[in-house]
């Protein structure tokens, strides 16, 4: 069985104090690594590390060109080792290999080569730097620059470790930073690799330093730790709120992209064949564990019964199964406490009065696994806790509306804002729609086609600030007022008499 260690400073190094724990395959429930687990003094060290690649200058004194440059080897080397980091995505977090090879990888070489590319074109050159003349209060000349910001943390979760590494690297290095790391501590091993790609690319050591380690220890100290200026988090609200917390003793700068409980809207005059399959991948993508899973589907009375039948009709085609296997389109859960708690929630939708009209519980034939059917919800009442809480596994609820402003208020009848969809042939009605719903991304006609050129990010208790674009990248950024005055004789300082007589 491989050994993984802390990638810290350009090299593998093992937690100081010589703990390891096994990362778990949740389609077999064996062991298939061992991976060194960091104590608060691994943090610190890896912080270390970060802050004296930034101050040193070897990464932020480069012109976007270089590291531009560096950032597409990056990526290319990414695919070079494709069925490498593949694996290690599918044997620690469940997922296919049918997505590891069609979403996790490309989606996380894309996002280096995405903003490798982007900070070598004008448009970044403007952003770093604007220019105004003034004659109010006094002549001037004033440069607005964008500048890194030092030490960047990341803490990503377990159910897209790659994605949300390169989600968390790129921009951070793009824009002349120093990073850490911290994967979750059950699906570690695809960030490692990428900490080891990166510096063989030639990213300088210390520039991208990746840690494995339990939240309460790992996390919090790169959440208090003084030098780490900027935290990026995704996982949780209520992890979320408690790394604001944390960050706010030093004042960091702190984004957020948390829990979800998106609606999924589909209007009467919308194509029912294609609405009805967009539905199950919109919910039961990756088991049902995306933020912005479609998890409320807000269906109009007059089309529900031929909806309904169309969606079921669909859940034929899911075929669950060994995670190896090309044709298999849905694993297990992540953990035996995560379908656990998809239990949990199905038992509430029973008790609560939600009809189960598919799935609803784990599936024959599967010795080992944490593996839970597709199940479905139907004649929901919003205000049942299937519909209100997050439950990331594959659990929808179907929910009746009678015309539009029902289902618009039912749609933002929720703590969450993070994503949605509208289904209709009438695309212009359906922005119209869409701009009602107080969600940070909302997809007409589709589900899940995060655009790395956009902005990524919630409303109201999913989140503070956004990921993806230029929008953030600019969140790496420190912005910086140089006002440019005359050289004059002091007789041009008419407002130093506010002081002098």
Not at 164 to 188: D, F, Q, R, Y
Not at 189 to 215: D, F, H, K
Not at 394 to 422: F, H, M, Q, T, W
């Amino acid at each position: 069985m491989k050994d993984y260690g802390l990638f810290i400073n350009g090299q593998w190094e093992s937690a100081k104090g010589g703990k390891t724990a096994p990362s778990i395959n949740p389609a077999t429930e064996e062991a298939w690594c061992n991976v060194a687990v960091a104590d608060r003094e691994d943090v610190r060290k890896a912080v270390a590390a970060a802050k004296a690649a930034h101050d040193s200058g070897v990464w932020r004194n480069k012109s976007p060109q270089e590291r531009g440059e560096i950032m597409q080897r990056v990526a290319a080397a990414m695919f070079e080792r494709q069925d490498e980091l593949a694996a290690a995505e599918v044997q620690d977090g469940g997922g296919t290999m049918r997505k590891a090879m069609s979403m996790d990888v490309p989606g996380a070489a894309q996002t280096f080569f995405h903003f490798g590319t982007y900070i070598t074109g004008d448009e970044y050159k403007t952003m770093l730097q604007e220019e105004y003349d003034e004659v109010v209060p006094i002549p001037s000349r004033n440069l607005v620059v964008r500048e890194p910001i030092g030490v960047c943390a990341g803490i990503t979760p377990w159910n897209f470790p790659m994605i949300m590494g390169a989600w968390k690297i790129a921009p951070a290095i793009a824009a002349g930073n120093c990073v850490v790391i911290k994967p979750a501590s059950v699906t570690p091993v695809s960030t490692l690799l990428l900490g080891e790609i990166c510096t063989q690319a030639g990213v300088p050591a210390g520039v991208v330093n990746v840690i494995s380690g339990p939240g309460g220890a790992a996390g919090e100290e790169l959440a208090t730790h003084p030098d780490v200026s900027k935290v990026a988090f995704t996982g949780s609200t209520e992890v979320g709120r408690r790394v604001m917390q944390l960050g706010a003793g030093t004042l960091k700068k702190v984004t957020l992209e948390l829990g979800g409980k998106s609606p999924n809207i589909i209007l009467p005059d919308a194509n029912l064949d294609t609405a009805a399959l967009g539905s199950l991948f919109a919910t039961f993508m990756h088991q049902g564990q995306i933020c912005e899973s479609g998890t409320r589907i807000l269906v109009h009375e007059k089309i529900h019964d031929e909806f309904m039948e169309k969606l079921l009709a669909g859940m034929g085609r899911i075929k669950i199964g060994d995670t190896m296997d090309p044709t298999v389109g849905m694993g297990p859960l992540v953990s035996a406490s995560q379908r656990e708690t998809v239990e949990k929630y199905v038992g509430l939708g029973h008790e609560q009065g939600a009809r189960c009209v598919a799935g609803g519980k784990r599936p024959d034939g599967f010795a080992k696994g944490y593996y839970y059917e597709p199940t479905v919800f139907d004649d929901v009442d919003n205000k049942m806790r299937i519909a209100q809480e997050e439950i990331f596994g594959p659990v929808v609820s179907v929910i009746r509306y009678k015309d539009e402003e029902e289902a618009i208020r039912i749609a933002n009848d929720s703590v969450y804002g993070l994503g949605g969809a509208v289904w209709s042939e009438n695309t212009d009605h359906a922005v119209a729609v869409a701009r009602r719903i107080d969600t940070g991304t909302v997809w007409i006609n589709d589900y899940h086609m995060i655009n790395l050129r956009f902005p990524f990010g919630g409303y109201k208790q999913s989140g503070v600030g956004r990921e993806l674009g230029k929008w953030g990248l600019a969140e790496y950024h420190e912005v910086k007022h140089i006002h440019v005055g005359q050289s004059t004789p002091p007789e041009g300082k008419f407002y130093f008499q506010m002081l002098l007589n």
